[in-house]
């Protein structure tokens, strides 16, 4: 079975600072790969996903991600955060038949004002 | 388009009681799913529908959970009796459609406590 892992548990930035969260899968096949946010309060909202194609993909709200497939990896990047993207960030797999949709465990971002 | 809809949105019970879980998903969309999420976890896994029948549930504590998806629309999750630690967030999930990617819709979720 497939599984996640990202690498922070919290982080915290000031406006204006570069972020990078790391998502690494285990899963030998095909996979599909999402990146989904959680702002306080709200349900769970898609920011991006990967199929295939080009290896960076680009979200809402100026984030991207970028599939590295010879790390198994799919780490989200946006280049200047805002106080607005403090929110739950999870990584998501599942694989090419549709089955196994698994998170990881999230990485809760604050951004200082 | 109409989302993902789920009742109630509270619940709060006492131990060994029993509490139901509601869930509507997107018109169309074949494969159901329901999320348990304990605060500061991500959501984990309980059981997957496609159209009515079960796919996976590997991860659903089979005494006391139960779920159904009857006619492959609306789906029922019920937890008799409760226990404390069952006290967490049940997110219910659709996906598929015409247009299907994999993409999850999640519905605001049912959060539960239990005393």
């Known amino acids: 079975a497939q599984s996640v892992s990202q690498h922070n548990h919290h982080v915290i930035l000031s406006e204006a600072a570069s972020l990078e969260l790391g998502c690494n899968y285990s899963?030998?096949?095909?996979?599909?790969l999402f990146w989904y946010v959680q702002y306080p309060g709200q349900h769970l909202q898609l920011l991006l996903k990967y199929f295939s194609g080009d290896p960076l993909v680009k979200g809402i709200k100026g984030f991207e991600a970028e599939f590295i497939k010879s790390k198994f990896s799919f780490n989200l990047r946006k280049p200047s955060v805002q106080w607005s993207d403090t929110a739950e960030y999870f990584c998501a797999v599942i694989d090419n038949y549709g089955q196994n949709f698994v998170f990881g465990p999230g990485t809760r971002l604050s951004v200082l004002p | 388009e109409a989302g993902v809809a789920q009742s109630p949105r509270y619940k709060i019970i006492e131990k060994r009681q029993s509490v139901a879980f509601w869930c509507n998903p997107i018109s169309g969309h074949a494969t159901l799913y329901w999320y348990q999420q304990i605060l500061g976890q991500g959501p984990k896994l309980l059981i997957q529908?496609?159209?009515?029948?079960?796919?996976?549930d590997s991860q659903l504590p089979k005494d006391r959970f139960s779920a159904e998806r009857l006619k492959g629309v609306d789906s029922t999750l019920k937890i008799q009796p409760a226990k404390l630690e069952d006290s967490a967030v049940y997110l219910c999930a659709s996906s598929g459609g015409t247009d299907n990617t994999g993409e999850l819709f999640f519905g605001e979720g049912s959060r539960l406590t239990v005393l």
């Open positions: 529908f496609q159209n009515n029948g079960v796919v996976d």
């Open positions: 899963y030998g096949g095909t996979v599909n």
